[in-house]
């Protein structure tokens, strides 16, 4: 039985998580605690806070695991040097770069305050991609499935095909680099206009606006061969020459120029960021989507001819595509998914330490994610004195009269901010740090950019649904209790979701069960009850920031926006016609 601190560092999503004789107790982003989107430096804060909830010191950790391992793949990486010797410099520099890291007992001291004198741990560092399907296969129900971990890059590789049976994952096969899907993607947002560190998910949404016009030139961008795929380097930036991305002093992902001129040449000067979208900026994201798709599932019924199930354990930033991800079952044998909510590379830290559990330690105890709710969780005494500091008025409820009240004021068509519990793990809202309006009024998409949310027009809004009405709605019944499938909205239900219906008549949903989540569920429901919608709209509880986390933050955002309600714990919130005009 062991302590094991998971750390993801000196890499984007910086984050940690804490796993105690198997079970992990607390995972947290760095981002949520030190504000700074999709942070890259080292987790300072999340490492003292996931320690705080598990009730350990550094004394107790027994086990460091990190999710990249530098002395992975080296004959690829010398193979690469080989053929390409003028980038030797650069992948040197990074190297000694990434190696300052190896001092991990330093950074504890000067970075977390650690005793140097308590710090008696093993570090573990596990390579990039197994750490990602750990994160995934060790949180399923499963003893046997496939797994597929494909990102942009880690430790060399781009993609990997698992067989994950009992605590062992065996790699079935790699994809190296330069070939990468996810650097695909990153290439041609930044070329219209989408150029920063995850900004793939605003393309994702814009794709249904275009057509597929460019879809000879994507084949040609990037081939699918026999067992995986190749970019044409014409297109794109040399690899090696930088990597494609650099951390800058403030600790934020900066994206380099990936585009060649070849691109230029072909379509023009790259869109500038917030000037107006184009038929082909429409388009070139149309094209890309569907021919991302292809290679999508081509690779996944690749992994399917060599680890024939029809479960599958998916994670890496790719794996945050959620509209291939719910055209998977159409185009693929696999039945059933698990994908953990924070599948990008903040998972990582999960992920590492869940594998050295099972893996490396063979711990007995086998965790089973039920929620996403890993974060701090806060009192009833804190969220007093953070309303109390700002002279906000409130109520205190029970939790009928809550439901009830909170209900009310979603039907009337109020924008309701919702804080409960322990934070989300990940990068969704999942109704504990979330933002809940009505999903069957026409202008309520509007309202939500107006008053609070500010996000570009073509962006949908995400529907929360129970469970058990899902497939009553939705085209497909498969969960998505992690908002990481998107599913055809049916016809009949096409004028009472306009708010949550994209272009396509799709929705990136939320199922929610009573087992996950109990009073967001009866919320929803009560919803119900009274609408015949068993539906909302559940956003991201923030504006323009990473998603609240305590709650002085969520009546600082309360109250600088339009929101119309707080609900902080049972303490309801409503702002007076005076405040209103005042703010």
């Given amino acids: ?150 990102d942009g890059s880690g430790d060399f590789v781009t993609c990997m095909l698992t067989e994950c049976v009992g605590q062992e994952i065996k790699v079935k096969q790699r994809v190296y680099v330069p070939q990468s899907l996810g650097s695909l993607y990153t290439m041609i947002c930044q070329f219209i206009g989408y150029g920063k560190y995850g900004d793939e998910g605003k393309v994702m949404g814009l794709a249904p606006y275009g057509e597929d016009a460019y879809a000879d030139t994507f084949k040609d961008m990037i081939s699918i061969t026999e067992d995986a795929f190749e970019l044409n380097p ?109 599948a990008g590379d903040e998972g990582l830290s999960l992920g590492a330490a869940l594998y050295v559990s099972q893996s490396v330690l063979h711990e007995k105890e086998r965790f089973v994610m039920k929620n996403a709710f890993m974060g701090p969780e806060y009192s009833a005494a804190e969220m007093r004195t953070a309303l109390d500091k700002c002279k906000v008025e409130y109520r205190e409820l029970s939790r009928e009269e809550l439901l009830s009240a909170t209900s009310d004021e979603i039907e009337a068509g109020n924008v309701i901010g919702w804080f409960q519990g322990r934070m989300e793990w990940g990068p969704r809202a999942l109704g504990n740090r979330s933002i809940l309006a009505h999903p069957g009024r026409a202008d309520m998409k509007d309202v939500l950019n107006a008053r609070i949310k500010r996000r570009e027009w073509f962006r949908p809004f995400a529907p929360v649904v129970l469970a058990e009405r899902q497939n009553e709605i939705f085209d497909y019944h498969h969960p998505s209790p992690y908002m990481l499938h998107v599913y055809k909205i049916k016809p009949e239900w096409f004028e009472r979701l306009t708010a949550v219906r994209h272009v396509d008549d799709t929705g990136r949903l939320q199922s929610v069960s009573r087992d996950e989540n109990p009073l967001y569920y009866d919320l929803v429901k009560t919803f119900g009850e009274r609408t ?5 709209i559940n956003t991201s509880f923030n504006e323009n920031e990473p998603i609240i986390c305590n709650p002085d933050e969520a009546v600082d955002c309360y109250l600088r926006t339009k929101m119309d309600v707080l609900v902080l714990g049972n303490f309801f919130c409503k702002k007076t016609a005076d405040a209103e005009a005042g703010s």
């Fill in 1 to 150: 039985m062991a302590v094991i601190l998971g750390i993801n560092t000196h890499h984007a999503g910086s984050s940690a998580a804490l796993v105690i004789d198997g079970i992990p107790v607390a995972a947290i982003g760095e981002e949520r605690l030190n504000r700074v989107k999709y942070y890259a430096g080292f987790p300072t804060m999340s490492i003292p806070k996931v320690m705080e909830i598990g009730g350990v010191t550094f004394k107790d950790i027994d086990y460091v695991a990190i999710g990249r391992d530098a002395s992975a793949n080296m004959s690829k990486k010398l193979e690469f040097v080989l053929r390409n010797p003028t980038k030797l410099l650069n992948l040197l520099k990074i190297r000694a770069a990434r190696e300052a890291l190896g001092d991990l007992k330093t950074l504890l001291v000067t970075e977390c305050g650690a005793n140097p004198a308590d710090l008696r741990f093993e570090q573990v560092n596990v390579e990039h991609h197994l750490a990602h399907v750990a994160s995934a296969y060790f949180i399923s129900p499963w003893d046997y499935a496939a797994g597929f971990s494909i």
């Fill in 234 to 342: 014409k297109y794109f930036m040399p690899f090696g020459s930088n990597q494609g991305v650099e951390m800058n002093d403030k600790g934020e992902m900066v994206i380099l120029q990936h585009y060649s001129d070849l691109m230029v040449e072909l379509f023009g000067k790259p869109r500038e960021p917030y000037t107006e979208i184009t038929k082909r900026d429409m388009d070139l994201a149309h094209s890309l989507q569907a021919r991302f798709e292809e290679v999508y599932m081509h690779m996944l019924n690749v992994l399917y001819k060599q680890v024939p199930t029809d479960k599958i354990a998916m994670a890496g930033g790719v794996v945050l595509n959620s509209v291939a991800n719910g055209k998977m079952f159409d185009h693929t044998p696999f039945r059933e998914t698990c994908i953990q909510p924070a």
């Fill in 532 to 536: 015949g919608i068993p539906v909302l």
